[in-house]
């Protein structure tokens, strides 16, 4: 049976339609999930696109968190059962969900950046990463103008030492990120954040490679191992 | 000023004929004045004096451009892709498989001078609502900006501004920048130019009018609560209030919400996806009173609109001035009765404010003779019973005398092949790395780097390639290509042949990346209209375009006009940005300028003359403008195009890159550095010309190895010139000529292309 991934849409989401191709180029259902209903409709694994949820309004993410669906979606990530993908906004959203240690800030430029990005996968063991091979450098896509990763030295320390890690940018440092994190995971690896864009790096065509739909059929097999209940 | 009662009702006109009223104050001439009360028999209220004073602006009457924008409309080629033309929103041109895709560029030059960066924010946002009123679904961006000397001091103040202002807002609406242009001169010191472009799609069936049909049907405004900002005048009409203070100080520029404007789109989205409308106008330049009366004049030309229902953000606001507010991210609907409560729904869904503020109304004959019956009411009061027709189709045209300038003949005269050449291979290498370098030529990574351009996934070519292109559709490979072109010293040295090398560029760009020319759209940046200098460029500006796309069989589909752009009696450089739309059938087979191919021969098609009036290295090398700019030959164009296109199609170019600003020299130097790669060619004649000449129509071409003989079969099957130059390979640009060589390594190539932009905003 093919699996069902849900692409969140918050007021203001942006990649959505992006996360929703690369989820289904993967070999996977793509479900549109809507921020107001509490609702995951029985999906294997969840994406939370990149965007300006709420306007970026207050902080970055601070308002998504509350959305009814979130109250749904927390506990099961929580648990380490669902899996869940944050890009950029999605990311911000995470942390200020607390499911993810830091915070995203200003970029050290003080503005938005685009760019193809290569990054250094650092780990292989969370459910989005496992069709990579650690110290494997990708090209993915980074357009974000509050993408420098913050923490204090303490949890940068623990999240280094227990592999949570999952990549860092490779090359220029693009936006003054802490020890150059640009994604990390939580303590079951099931849940993912990071900033750059794998999902705009799924097609030749249309990005600067391919290299980005490895998070997504990372997943496929990451459930036909170990299938999740939500 | 004289004293005019606080609510000025129709019955309060009728009673006082003789109430001086500031009509010069609000920008109107005294003969246009008499006009609007010699229509409404009675002096108008100050209400429909704030309508007619907005609605017969330059900016939204065309009162002096519009006798000349009749060409596009009577030399109209033949197109049967024509689905929407002039006068609408936005032109709408048939793309194959049922698609349709709308575009239009439009100025917001003035406001991005007085604050660059919401200046440029709204001009974004308001060309996107121009876009989603016709029903399309905006997909891509693009924005063409001209800036003072890239070392000026408020260079620094507008170019970050304004590129910020853009990013700000695109970015936050999800559409993809896909290109554009920028550019720097003298004259834009304190006129910058912020020509901001959107590309929409849609299906034919899905294609919306501003209208208003059928007596009964609701009114709705929806979108933001309505704001005293971009009020400008209309606090002279609200002089009632004068002595509060707050009202002095309200800004002239809007402020843009684009979170509220990404719901807009959505939500707007839906309604037509649920045919819930039957009319819709977005709120742009003169708000309520332009939604209303062009809503009402393309219907059945009764409205009645209840003023005071209108949400406000500030409870004070006058009939006056809420009919002039051009606060953001409003739209304007016609809704039948019985799908109102659907209609709420979706909007509530989307978090979006909506108000029924009026209906549709029937009109007698008479009044239908008169120009239609718009009747607004202020808590039951008339404050406005007017002919809508008059104010949105019928006011002033002016002939303005045009004269071509005494000096123009001492410019055209100032011949820039009298300029000392470089004497050497190491001045020439040097000049040529000048050039590369210099701001309107470099690399503009640091503007477009703040652009999101991949969001949507459907980008498939974008800057710094010649145009941008974006695939339409998930289940089909067809695309669409525009390219954005102008060059100010190119037209204020000959208008009508600067006009057409803008559209030839941009013509050529779309062909260059492999799509066919379809349609155009225009901003037509000037000085004073009525300076008659100004105005004579204008025309021939205008003559040009015309002429050229009836030739080349792309009409122009819509456009704007951007006046007074001058400081004291000093125009700008006379700047029609010209977008050329194509399309291409399999975007699988775009081309991009980049020369990545090892071993790939380089070609160079068209004819090179000693062409330099008005060229990039003039300007850079000699600050010099004068002589005549290169000459056009819109027949070479057309067959230069068919070559690009036909190679990409039939695969047998593997990049190709037009050849503009620079010539030669600059083209060879982007698609080396683009390619990663160095290039080694050999030119037959004269060195300087060879590299530094901008002769119109000519291209370079990497051909895929084993396609050398087919690929010069096709240019000579269209009559192109074509000439083998080089090869691609190596690593740095080696130009070998009859008496010496230049070499630069692709190192040096890089800083002198990539440092200018950064250096100069450094530290901003």
Redesign the interface.
Known sequence: MTARVGVVTF??S??D??AA?AVALAGAEPVSLWH?DADLKGVDAVVLP???S????LRCGAIARFAPLMSELVPAARSGALPVLGICNGFQILCESHLLPGALTRNSSL?????PQLLRVESSATAWTGDYTEGQEILV?L?S?EGSYVADEETLDRIEAEGRVVVRYAGSDPNGSRRGIAGVTNEHGNVVGLMP?P??A??A???PSTDGLGFFTSVLAHMAKAPAGV | MSEVPRLDTVAVAQSSPDTPQPYAELGMAKDEYERVREILGRRPTSAELAIYSVMWSEHCSYKSSKVHLRQFGEKAPENDALLVGMGENAGVVDVGDGRAVTFKIESHNHPSYVEPHQGAATGVGGIVRDILTMGARPVAVMDALRFGPADAEDTKRVLPGVV?GI??YG????LPNIGGEIGFGEGYLGNPLVNALCIGVMRHEDIKLAQAPGPGNKVVLFGSATGPDGIGGASVLASASFDDESHAKRPSVQVG????E??LIECSLELFEKDMVVGIQDLGAAGVSCATTELAAGGTGGMRIQLNKVPLRDPRLTPEEILMSESQERMMAIVEPSKMADFLAVCE???VLATEIGEVTDVTPEEAERGGRLVMTWHGETVVDMPPRTASDEGPVYERPYSRPAAQDALQADDAAALPRPQGDAELREQLLRVLGAPGVGDPSWV?????????????VSAPHDSGMI?IA?DSHRGVALSTDGNGRFTRLDPYTGTQLAYAEAYRNVAATGARPLAVTNCLNFGSPEDPGVMWQFAEATRGLADACQKLGTPVTGGNVSFYNQTGDVAINPTPVIGVLGVIDD??TRLKSAFDTDGARVFLLGETRPEFGGSAWADTVHGHLGGLPPEVDLTAEAALGEVLAGAAERGLAAAAHDLSDGGLGVALAESALHGGRGIRVAVSGDAFTSLFSESAARAIVAVRPGEENAFLALATDHGVPVEEIGTVGGDALVVEHPSGAVEIPLEELREAYESTLPALMSGV
Do not use: A
Request: aromatic share 14%.
């Open positions: 007021p203001g942006l990649d339609k992006d191709r107001d990149g965007g300006f709420y306007g970026d309004y503005r938005f950046v685009n760019r896509v357009k103008g864009h999902e705009h799924v097609e065509l249309t990005g | 910020s990013s700000f970015n936050c609406l999800g919400d684009p979170f509220m990404k719901l869904k989307w978090q477009v780097q703040q652009y999101d351009s991949y969001v949507r996934g459907d980008t498939v695939r998930d975007v699988r």
